[in-house]
């Protein structure tokens, strides 16, 4: 019998009913202003990870620009942090296949088998049972991808190099795609925050695998992404840079998001 990892979040990070999910999410990717049909194709993205009244339209100006790719896209390796879970390196899980309100995704086992093959990578349902880093993503991508098959990690203690191999190994063709769950600085004053996440946004922009927990909570998964990026001939481009004050408006104390496509040359 199939092993399903069910949704963890649904009903508070974003809408459990079908209906109301699909239509919020279509909603924040019509909102994205049309931008002119860029020469290069996405290959990652870096996307928030709250709930979607907080990080919703930010989130949904990077999986936008999967319009175009969105026919060719058959597999997603799909990396965030683990909140919950102390963990050593980044966890798999054992499951099938994750539900959301809007269906079930199948896992790609023979993917998964083979980072299991990797020193750095482990198996734990425990770390996936109640991770929202991971799961708040999967309905913007049931909405724009026909079929596709997951590759999920958890990321715990991993350097640069260890997140950078699983992304290496992963990596694919046009088939792939990778993104990384991330929100920027925490519960920081509104002007502090912006100036934090501007700088924060510079550093990915530049290619630079320096970030650390204190300016995203997602930084390991990001420098192995940012390790790699300019070996494969990526071009890191900010689609959104916003805060908690922006989208749900307490300045007080906010979370700052941002979103981020990194393409490559269409051959």
């Known amino acids: 019998m199939a092993a399903v990892r069910p949704a963890a979040v649904a009903g508070m990070f974003y809408p459990d009913s079908p209906t109301a999910l699909g239509a919020q999410v279509r909603a924040y990717l019509e909102q994205v202003p049309r931008a002119t049909q860029p020469a290069e194709r996405p290959k990652a993205l870096i996307v928030p990870h709250a709930g979607y009244v907080y990080s919703g339209p ?8 999967l319009a175009e790719a969105c026919e060719d896209i058959r597999r997603v390796v799909l990396l965030g942090p683990a909140h919950r879970v102390m963990l050593r390196g980044l966890a798999v899980p054992s499951a099938d296949s994750f539900a959301t309100p809007l269906g079930e995704i199948e896992v790609d086992r023979a993917a998964v ?9 482990s198996e734990s349902d425990r770390a996936h049972a109640l991770e929202h880093s991971l799961e708040v993503q999967l309905p913007f991508l049931q909405i724009l991808l026909s079929k596709f098959r997951l590759v999920p990690f958890a990321v715990g203690d991993a350097s640069a190099a260890q997140v950078a191999e699983v992304i290496e190994l992963l990596w694919g063709g046009r088939e792939t795609l990778i993104v990384i769950s991330s929100d920027l600085s925490h519960y920081h004053a509104y002007r502090e925050a912006r100036a934090l996440d501007a700088a924060s946004a510079q550093t990915v922009l530049a290619l630079s695998p320096t970030l650390d927990h204190e300016r995203a909570c997602g ?23 916003r805060n908690s004050g922006d989208t749900a408006g307490d300045k007080f104390r906010v979370v700052g998001y941002a979103s981020f496509v990194f393409s490559e040359l269409r051959m």
Not at 113 to 121: I, N
Not at 223 to 239: F, M, T
């Open 113 to 121: 088998a083979s980072a299991l093959g990797l020193p750095q990578v």
């Open 58 to 65: 930010v989130a949904a100006a990077a999986y936008a620009r």
């Open 219 to 241: 930084a390991l998964p990001i420098n192995g992404l940012l390790s790699i990026a300019q070996r494969h001939g990526l071009r890191p481009e900010l689609l959104d840079l």
